[in-house]
């Protein structure tokens, strides 16, 4: 994942709601693990809610981005560290909740095991999990331009070339943590929104423009796409993004999970 400017810059604006689901299973005792924490943007709003919260991630350019959002915060409860977040570095039962958000779906079953065999070693007894995770079944788009339906497609043709049940991912998030020892206590879905303002749709139409031409020449070299469709999607978010009454929102499902 790239951490430029723009992108910390868009996470940072959905930073605060997008745990608002877990925060009524946090308290200012809590310890947080924030795995695959990104920019920090999430851990540093639920840093002033709890006692102690520490981010990892693999990304090192990711981590610069959270220290520097840290410093900017000066909370004196707030780490961040590079780590792994199959293998991670802290005695079993140190925390009382980890958190993952946007980072489960794409990892592979071996890899998705060794994760949250990982944070069940080092949650407590009784601490919580919460996943917030992408399902494209539930979101909502208008109007449905061909080449923005063309380019929803392509994103499908790389997750699907992985593996086929990525995109659903979302709303099977229950039965894996079940399937992982933990006991589901609560589900939901909430929405980002690409389309309050013009703003936000200039913002949604060069998201789709980054990561179409980031992912346009992967596709593109493993036979998945031609460059003309990577054209026609370009065009098709060019046209959304002109029409004053086009919505976007973007579906993500949260599950919290308890340890017993
Ligand atoms: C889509 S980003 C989400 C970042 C953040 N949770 C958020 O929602 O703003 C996924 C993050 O997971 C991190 N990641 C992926 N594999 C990882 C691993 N094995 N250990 C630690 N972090 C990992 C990536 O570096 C990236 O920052």
């Not at 308290?27 to 709003?45: E, F, H, R």
């Not at 060794?114 to 999990?129: D, H, I, S, Y």
């Not at 879905?189 to 980031?214: F, K, P, Q, T, W």
């Amino acid at each position: 994942m790239r951490h430029d400017s723009s992108i910390v810059a868009f996470q940072q604006k959905r930073g605060g709601d997008s745990a608002a689901f877990f925060v009524p299973f946090l308290t200012s005792q809590t310890t947080l693990l924030d795995a695959g924490c990104g920019p920090g943007t999430i851990t540093v709003a639920l840093a002033s809610l709890v006692g102690k919260a520490i981010g990892i991630d693999n990304e090192p350019k990711a981590l610069a981005a959270a220290n520097a959002l840290a410093a900017e915060a000066g909370l004196s409860n707030l780490a961040f560290a590079e780590a792994d977040m199959t293998a991670l570095p802290f005695e079993d039962g140190s925390f009382d909740a980890v958190f993952f958000h946007a980072v489960l779906y794409h990892q592979s079953p071996a890899r998705l095991t060794r994760t949250l065999t990982e944070a069940r070693r080092v949650l407590k007894p009784g601490g919580f999990v919460a996943t917030r995770d992408a399902d494209v079944g539930g979101n909502v788009l208008h109007p449905e331009i061909e080449g923005v339906r063309l380019a929803l497609d392509l994103w499908q043709r790389w997750y699907e070339h992985d593996d086929p049940a990525a995109l659903r991912f979302g709303r099977r998030q229950s039965s894996i943590l079940r399937a992982h020892g933990f006991t589901p206590v609560w589900a939901g879905a909430s929405y980002i929104n690409h389309s309050a303002d013009a703003a936000s749709r200039s913002e949604a139409v060069a998201d789709a423009r980054r990561s179409l031409l980031g992912l346009g020449p992967l596709l593109v070299g493993k036979g998945l796409a031609t460059d003309r469709e990577i054209q026609l999607a370009l065009a098709g978010w060019e046209a959304w993004g002109a029409d004053p009454d086009a919505v976007y929102f973007r579906c993500r499902c949260e599950c919290v999970a308890r340890k017993d």
